[in-house]
């Protein structure tokens, strides 16, 4: 590929954290989610990690981590957080508090800082893909690295895919 490799915030982020990655350019498909970037990677979805910028009932921003292959469910994470209820941001409102367009939001280097909650299972995973902050492309990393950069709330917020 002679695609030219976009040096974003997430990717200044991962290098001032020393962390080892992976750059995965792929064609980015409007509307394609997670298992467009899986099929064009060849990768289970479940490894492929997406990043959603949530509010809560007073509009304070958050940054959720969920398997590709399932949904949040943001009635347990508001249980959790002890909110009413937690909604995905409108697209415009995601990307100021993000500082990356939907479709290409990365966790790491967001324009604003705003707690992390990620699935539990995903710190179990060996190898996760997460958007490297453009839409069509994706780092692969070690999800423990995750974990240690963006220390983020544990939590089980999935709902698995129907069908």
């Known amino acids: ?3 030219k490799i976009p ?3 997430a990717i200044r982020t991962l290098r001032l954290h020393k962390v080892v990655y992976a750059e995965w350019p792929y ?3 409007e509307k394609g989610g997670t298992a467009a970037s899986a099929r064009e990677l060849g990768v289970d979805e ?5 990043t959603l910028i949530m509010e809560n009932d007073k509009k304070q921003p958050m940054i ?3 398997h590709g292959d399932c949904e949040v469910s943001t009635k347990n994470l508001a ?11 409108q697209p415009e409102v995601a990307n100021r508090h ?17 707690p992390v909650y990620m699935q539990d299972s995903i710190a179990t995973l060996d190898i996760i893909y997460i958007n490297g902050g453009k839409r069509g492309f994706l780092i692969s990393l070690v999800a423990a690295e995750a974990v ?7 939590l089980d917020m999935a709902n698995p895919h129907e069908g």
């Open 1 to 3: 590929m002679s695609e």
């Open 7 to 9: 040096v974003t915030q």
């Open 27 to 29: 064609a980015y498909e």
């Open 46 to 50: 479940h490894v492929v990690i997406k």
């Open 64 to 66: 959720v981590l969920m």
């Open 79 to 89: 249980r959790h957080l002890k909110v009413k209820h937690i909604v995905p941001c």
């Open 98 to 114: 993000s500082g990356y367009m939907v479709g290409g939001t990365s966790p790491f280097g967001t324009k604003r800082a705003m």
């Open 148 to 154: 240690r950069v963006l220390k983020p709330v544990l």
